[in-house]
Protein backbone atom coordinates (compact mmCIF):
# COMPACT_ATOMS: atom_id res chain seq x y z
CA UNK A 1 0.00 0.00 0.00
CA UNK A 2 2.41 2.53 0.87
CA UNK A 3 4.62 1.63 -2.40
CA UNK A 4 1.62 2.12 -4.38
CA UNK A 5 0.87 5.63 -2.49
CA UNK A 6 4.53 7.03 -3.37
CA UNK A 7 4.29 5.91 -6.96
CA UNK A 8 0.96 8.36 -6.53
CA UNK A 9 2.92 10.82 -5.40
CA UNK A 10 6.01 10.87 -8.03
CA UNK A 11 3.43 10.85 -10.67
CA UNK A 12 1.54 13.81 -9.30
CA UNK A 13 4.58 15.81 -8.52
CA UNK A 14 6.67 14.70 -12.07
CA UNK A 15 2.93 15.86 -13.93
CA UNK A 16 3.00 19.58 -11.90
CA UNK A 17 7.11 19.70 -12.73
CA UNK A 18 6.45 19.22 -16.31
CA UNK A 19 3.41 21.75 -16.47
CA UNK A 20 5.33 24.18 -14.56
CA UNK A 21 8.42 23.90 -17.34
CA UNK A 22 6.15 24.56 -20.18
CA UNK A 23 7.28 27.47 -22.12
CA UNK A 24 4.39 29.26 -23.20
CA UNK A 25 6.19 32.52 -25.20
CA UNK A 26 5.32 32.24 -29.59
CA UNK A 27 8.74 32.68 -30.29
CA UNK A 28 11.50 29.48 -30.27
CA UNK A 29 14.68 31.32 -29.63
CA UNK A 30 15.36 31.73 -25.39
CA UNK A 31 17.89 34.37 -24.49
CA UNK A 32 19.06 35.70 -20.99
CA UNK A 33 19.62 39.15 -20.48
CA UNK A 34 21.65 40.32 -17.95
CA UNK A 35 21.49 43.77 -15.94
CA UNK A 36 25.26 45.26 -15.50
CA UNK A 37 26.43 47.00 -12.35
CA UNK A 38 27.75 50.38 -13.49
CA UNK A 39 31.48 50.73 -13.87
CA UNK A 40 33.54 53.11 -13.14
CA UNK A 41 34.67 53.85 -16.94
CA UNK A 42 30.93 53.52 -18.40
CA UNK A 43 27.63 55.61 -18.05
CA UNK A 44 26.02 55.64 -15.08
CA UNK A 45 23.00 53.95 -16.73
CA UNK A 46 22.53 50.21 -16.38
CA UNK A 47 23.58 48.08 -19.70
CA UNK A 48 21.04 44.91 -20.84
CA UNK A 49 23.49 42.61 -22.02
CA UNK A 50 22.24 39.74 -24.13
CA UNK A 51 24.54 36.10 -23.03
CA UNK A 52 22.38 33.96 -25.92
CA UNK A 53 22.07 35.40 -29.01
CA UNK A 54 20.65 34.14 -32.69
CA UNK A 55 23.74 35.53 -34.66
CA UNK A 56 26.95 35.53 -32.24
CA UNK A 57 29.15 39.36 -33.28
CA UNK A 58 32.02 38.82 -35.98
CA UNK A 59 35.03 40.27 -35.90
CA UNK A 60 36.08 41.99 -39.59
CA UNK A 61 37.66 38.68 -41.17
CA UNK A 62 36.60 36.04 -38.63
CA UNK A 63 38.27 35.03 -36.26
CA UNK A 64 41.84 34.39 -38.09
CA UNK A 65 42.13 38.06 -38.51
CA UNK A 66 40.72 38.67 -34.71
CA UNK A 67 44.25 37.04 -33.79
CA UNK A 68 46.49 38.45 -36.06
CA UNK A 69 45.03 41.86 -35.17
CA UNK A 70 46.47 40.95 -31.46
CA UNK A 71 49.78 39.46 -32.75
CA UNK A 72 50.27 42.96 -34.54
CA UNK A 73 49.12 45.19 -31.70
CA UNK A 74 50.27 43.64 -28.57
CA UNK A 75 53.76 45.00 -27.04
CA UNK A 76 55.03 42.31 -25.19
CA UNK A 77 55.04 43.61 -21.34
CA UNK A 78 58.96 44.63 -20.40
CA UNK A 79 58.07 42.90 -16.91
CA UNK A 80 56.29 40.05 -17.97
CA UNK A 81 58.83 39.64 -20.66
CA UNK A 82 62.29 39.63 -17.96
CA UNK A 83 59.78 37.23 -15.59
CA UNK A 84 59.84 34.70 -18.92
CA UNK A 85 56.04 34.97 -18.19
CA UNK A 86 53.66 33.08 -21.11
CA UNK A 87 50.22 31.96 -20.94
CA UNK A 88 46.87 33.52 -21.70
CA UNK A 89 44.89 36.50 -20.57
CA UNK A 90 40.90 35.54 -20.97
CA UNK A 91 38.47 38.91 -21.89
CA UNK A 92 35.10 39.48 -21.24
CA UNK A 93 33.63 42.47 -23.28
CA UNK A 94 30.32 43.93 -24.49
CA UNK A 95 30.07 44.04 -28.36
CA UNK A 96 27.17 47.20 -28.29
CA UNK A 97 24.97 47.63 -31.21
CA UNK A 98 26.93 49.28 -33.57
CA UNK A 99 30.06 47.06 -33.37
CA UNK A 100 31.87 48.88 -30.87
CA UNK A 101 33.89 46.80 -28.21
CA UNK A 102 32.82 48.39 -24.56
CA UNK A 103 32.69 46.96 -21.16
CA UNK A 104 36.56 45.27 -21.22
CA UNK A 105 37.11 43.39 -18.05
CA UNK A 106 39.76 40.79 -17.24
CA UNK A 107 38.16 37.30 -16.43
CA UNK A 108 41.21 35.31 -16.05
CA UNK A 109 44.25 36.86 -15.71
CA UNK A 110 48.19 36.11 -16.12
CA UNK A 111 50.08 38.59 -15.31
CA UNK A 112 49.23 42.90 -13.95
CA UNK A 113 51.09 43.88 -17.00
CA UNK A 114 49.84 41.53 -19.61
CA UNK A 115 46.40 42.42 -18.48
CA UNK A 116 46.66 46.01 -18.70
CA UNK A 117 47.79 45.44 -22.63
CA UNK A 118 45.34 43.05 -23.37
CA UNK A 119 42.64 45.12 -22.24
CA UNK A 120 44.37 48.25 -24.13
CA UNK A 121 44.24 46.69 -27.42
CA UNK A 122 41.08 45.56 -26.99
CA UNK A 123 39.67 48.55 -26.63
CA UNK A 124 41.46 49.40 -30.32
CA UNK A 125 40.13 47.05 -32.13
CA UNK A 126 37.51 48.10 -35.04
CA UNK A 127 34.09 47.51 -35.39
CA UNK A 128 33.05 44.16 -34.82
CA UNK A 129 29.41 42.80 -37.00
CA UNK A 130 26.77 42.76 -34.33
CA UNK A 131 25.41 40.18 -32.46
CA UNK A 132 21.71 39.98 -33.59
CA UNK A 133 18.34 38.94 -32.06
CA UNK A 134 14.97 38.37 -33.60
CA UNK A 135 17.02 40.20 -36.63
CA UNK A 136 17.89 43.42 -34.40
CA UNK A 137 21.17 43.91 -33.40
CA UNK A 138 21.71 43.70 -29.37
CA UNK A 139 24.29 44.45 -27.55
CA UNK A 140 26.28 41.19 -26.67
CA UNK A 141 28.49 39.89 -24.34
CA UNK A 142 31.88 37.91 -25.89
CA UNK A 143 34.53 35.97 -24.15
CA UNK A 144 37.70 36.39 -25.92
CA UNK A 145 41.30 34.80 -25.46
CA UNK A 146 44.66 36.53 -25.84
CA UNK A 147 47.83 34.99 -26.06
CA UNK A 148 51.58 35.67 -24.50
CA UNK A 149 54.04 34.00 -25.95
CA UNK A 150 57.98 34.85 -25.94
Same mark, same amino acid.
Given at each position: ? @? ?15 ? %???? *? ?26 ? $?L? $? ?17 ? %?? +???Q??? =? ?6 ? !???? /?? *????? #? &?? !? =? #? ?8 ? @??? /? +? /?????? @?? @? ?5 ? =?P !? =???? &? ?7
Amino acid at each position: M @KKILLLICMIACSTGLI %NAQK *DKRPDTYYYQRVAEAPSETESDESEDVC $ELV $EVWPEFPGGMDAFMLFFAD %NI +RYPQNAR =KENIQGRV !VLSA /VI *DEEGT #V &TN !V =K #VTKSLHPDCD @KEA /V +R /VAYTMP @KW @KPGTLMG =KP !V =KCRM &TMPVIFRL
